[in-house]
């Protein structure tokens, strides 16, 4: 087990609803990236959240959006949900210290289903 | 941005056998390799990992080789067991993004018995 926990499980959501999911860093870790993984698909990278600052972002829309609190626990949200938006989202932590250690440690994910 | 390409899709091997997973990035600056395992309805978890100082890491039955001329990195198993059977991940990261993952499309290895 890697310590990255995420909530919840599994959501099943409409066209057009809003979505927040939700993830706890491992223990000492000041990074969070959130990626998408469509079924059969490796993960995509959405975006990085370190020391509270979104720093980076993949292709995807303004309406993904997140937020990092000051204990480094972080939320996605999702906001006018299409079919596309199905897949399995994925939380990773990483300590970022200066030190050539970039090593992600990933969430069991939750998996969004958009009917 | 970078591009990982990664081969075989589906590798079926008898336990026992050795399985080779091979993949390709496009970035030189590209210095972080790490390979990951995932299970059904799992998150992926790290198996092994490299980084571009180092041309070879081993660990147990799991090593990874680097290239870094051809731009290209391996994972080999030995001595498959069927608990191997997943879905492995390559992917790469470039230091300056504070480590964003760009992953391969993975490989179903299956391990008979």
């Known amino acids: 087990e890697t310590g990255v926990t995420q909530s919840p499980t599994h959501l099943i959501k409409t066209r057009g609803q809003q979505v927040t999911l939700r993830c706890s860093s491992q223990s000492g870790h000041n990074t969070v990236s959130w990626y998408q993984q469509a079924l059969g698909q490796g993960p995509q990278f959405i975006f990085q959240?370190?020391?509270?600052?979104?720093?980076g972002r993949g292709n995807f829309p303004p309406r993904f959006s997140g937020l990092q609190f000051p204990n480094y626990s972080s939320e996605l949200n999702v906001n006018a949900l299409e079919l596309d938006d199905s897949a399995l989202y994925l939380c990773?932590?990483?300590?970022?210290?200066?030190?050539?250690?970039?090593?992600?440690?990933f969430g069991p994910g939750t998996r969004l289903t958009v009917l | 941005g970078e591009n990982v390409e990664q081969h075989p899709s589906t590798l079926s091997v008898q336990e026992g056998d050795s399985a080779v997973i091979k993949c390709t990035y496009s970035d030189s600056a590209s210095n972080y390799f790490p390979w990951y395992k995932q299970e059904l309805g799992k998150g992926p978890q790290l198996i092994i990992d490299i980084r571009s100082n180092v041309g070879e890491k081993k660990d147990q039955r799991i090593a990874v080789t680097l290239n870094k001329t051809a731009k290209h990195f391996s994972l080999h198993i030995t001595e498959t067991q069927p608990e191997d059977s997943a879905v492995y991940f390559c992917?790469?990261?470039?230091?300056?993004?504070?480590?964003?993952?760009?992953f391969g499309r993975g490989t179903q290895l299956t391990v008979w018995p």
């Open positions: 959240y370190y020391r509270e600052e979104e720093n």
């Open positions: 992917a790469a990261s470039i230091r300056s993004t504070l480590g964003r993952l760009y």
């Open positions: 990773a932590s990483s300590l970022v210290s200066g030190a050539p250690t970039d090593t992600q440690y």
